[in-house]
């Protein structure tokens, strides 16, 4: 196996990591309990920083979920914030992932470890208190030297997505996890032991860097889950030269109330609507316990309220002779193109805003892109890197014709909206 090279870091510092564990054995005398408690610890410093990471990562999700209602449409925003100072760009594509790692799975993962460390029936006194802590704080600063070198010194952001960034702390449950299983629950506390649990240790964190730093190898968990390989680098939408034919954006008090209606329609057609329920019951025996489960509703309205509106309502359509792009004039980034031969149907929409406000929602489709269903990851050169979607959607705008006109597909427009239309 070969060992990382002095002038690679943050390798360095991840092995320096499983040195806390034998010095402290040797140096300060840790029993097995604190030294399972030190990698309970470490569990916990590697779910921290991950989360430092993850709004950095500058690629796209392989299994990207914008399809979901009330994340979805952020994780398809392109374009980053950029910050002051060294800091690369913060992507909001990547707030549901940060989203899931913080309130879902660092829980359950947190939880899942501790209860493995309670098999051991460790003995915690006030010195192998001070002693776990005492580790704790070597591992947490030995993993944040690689993420200040590796990830943001060394440009390591650039060849992650968020869903690859929280590979390590998922990987990292089922290799100490089962170290905690196997040796903790025996609750032995010898000096055999001791060495097994620190070797251990040390054997998965080196095959990890030497999987993660050889291309010609692929673990259990890469292809079942994916690597940094396997995500999709985001193309920049190209924008034609010249000015654009047309352009169409909604006015704000359109855009507004879509994301007001859009909220509220999420509150009743999703799980939420449950919340309601507990409401009218509690109100029965006193309005202030109802206050809780109301509150529940406003938070994921105004969530919901709050995608959508970041989605569509900074978008402007501009046409030009066979391309219609969307463009985000927050970000000051191009969304997404569709050109002329691409669109195979064209579908007009009205919703209660449409009506409210005489405007209508144009969709050029491209036809069915849906990919083939895998069961495992296939390997990074057989990787479809485009995230094409499978249509663009101009929502409220006041002359869906000028714009399917201006990209060419007004005869397609003629064919599925006015000759459905006539039908009807």
Not at 160 to 187: N, Q
Not at 213 to 225: A, S
Request: proline share 7%; net charge negative.
């Amino acid at each position: 196996m070969r060992v990382p090279s002095v002038g690679r870091p943050g390798p360095l510092a991840v092995v320096a990591s499983n040195a806390v564990a034998p010095v402290g054995v040797l140096a300060f005398g840790w029993s097995t309990t604190v030294l399972l408690g030190v990698f309970v610890l470490e569990l916990a410093a590697v779910l921290c920083w991950a989360a430092v990471k993850v709004p950095f990562a500058a690629k796209r999700p392989n299994n990207a979920m914008d399809g979901h209602r009330l994340l979805g449409a952020l994780q398809a925003k392109r374009g980053g914030i950029d910050l002051p100072g060294p800091l690369p760009p913060v992507y909001l594509r990547n707030l549901p992932t940060l989203v899931v790692l913080v309130a879902l799975l660092a829980p359950i993962e947190l939880g899942a470890a501790f209860l493995l460390f309670a098999l051991a029936d460790p003995t915690i006194t006030a010195e192998t208190t001070g002693q776990m802590l005492l580790g704790g704080v070597g591992v947490f600063a030995a993993r944040g030297v690689e993420t200040a070198t590796d990830y943001f010194r060394d440009g390591g952001y650039r060849d992650h997505s968020p869903r690859s960034v929280i590979l390590a702390p998922f990987k990292y449950v089922f290799g100490v996890g089962t170290l905690l299983f196997v040796v903790g629950s025996s609750g032995v506390d010898s000096g055999v032991v001791l060495a097994l649990v620190v070797a251990g240790k040390l054997v998965y964190d080196l095959r990890t860097i030497q999987v993660e730093r050889d291309p010609d190898r692929r673990g259990v968990f890469y292809r079942l889950y994916g690597s940094r390989e396997t995500e999709i680098e985001p193309e920049p939408v190209a924008v034609p030269d010249g000015e654009p034919v047309v352009r169409a954006r909604p006015s704000r008090s359109v855009a507004v109330a879509d994301a007001l209606y859009r909220g509220a329609l999420y509150t009743l057609t999703s799980t939420v609507v449950v919340c309601y329920a507990f409401a009218a019951v509690l109100a029965v025996f006193t309005l202030r316990l109802a206050l809780a489960p109301i509150a529940v509703v406003l938070a994921f309205g105004t969530l919901r309220a709050i995608t959508r509106y970041l989605r569509y309502g900074p978008l402007e359509y501009r046409g030009y002779d066979g391309v219609l792009v969307a463009y985000d004039t927050l970000f000051d980034e191009p969304q997404e193109r569709i050109e002329r031969d691409e669109v195979k149907r064209v579908a007009v929409e009205t919703d209660l805003v449409d009506r409210l406000f005489d405007t209508a929602s144009v969709e050029f489709d491209r036809g069915d892109l849906t990919p083939e269903l895998q069961f495992t990851v296939p390997d990074p050169d057989e990787v479809e890197h485009d995230d094409t979607p499978e249509s663009l959607i101009a929502p409220y705008v006041d002359d869906p014709k000028a714009i399917a006109d201006a990209l060419g597909a007004g005869w397609l427009y003629e064919r599925d909206v006015e000759g459905s239309a006539a039908a009807d």
